[in-house]
């Protein structure tokens, strides 16, 4: 692996990927989320829709709630949201809502990622993509090769 500097969207993305091989490794569909705050995590989260037979259980919503928590503030509009893959359309909503400063993706999501349904971002949210890209796409095929095996 190469060496990443410490701040830098690959750093953060890499940490959003550890988390998505946690949920690989647990059999959910393996996509990781980090919230940055300030140039620190706040929050780290896995899909767990499997685990807590709950559709909602996305990883981008979790983060997003233990990070509100963490701040004790529902609007995180100091914060970036670091995904290993294009949020779906709930998850853009909650981001919406929460107002965040960056949404950065790994790997887009062409069936059921939320830019087919037109930007549902907040105006004020910037939005990255394509960060470790080919490494979270990688994880995404190899589980969906192991299900259907």
């Not at 853009?92 to 059921?112: D, H, I, M, N």
Request: proline share 3%; hydrophobic share 40%; aromatic share 12%.
């Amino acid at each position: 692996m190469e060496f990443l500097s410490l701040y830098s969207d690959e750093y953060f993305m890499q940490e959003a990927y550890r988390q998505a091989q946690y949920a690989f490794e647990e059999g959910e569909i393996p996509i990781g989320a980090v919230v940055v705050c300030n140039n620190r995590i706040i929050a780290k989260a896995y899909n767990q829709t499997e685990k807590l037979n709950d559709v909602t259980a996305h990883a981008e919503m979790l983060a997003l709630t233990a990070a509100a928590n963490y701040l004790g503030n529902k609007y995180l509009s100091d914060c970036t949201l670091y995904v290993t893959v294009e949020p779906c359309i709930m998850c853009a909503g909650a981001s919406y809502w929460a107002q965040l400063k960056r949404v950065v993706f790994g790997t887009a999501e062409p069936k059921r990622g939320y830019r087919k349904a037109g930007n549902l971002l907040h105006p004020k949210t910037e939005m990255a993509s394509g960060i470790l890209a080919a490494e979270c796409a990688e994880l995404m095929a190899s589980f969906f090769a192991r299900k259907r095996n």
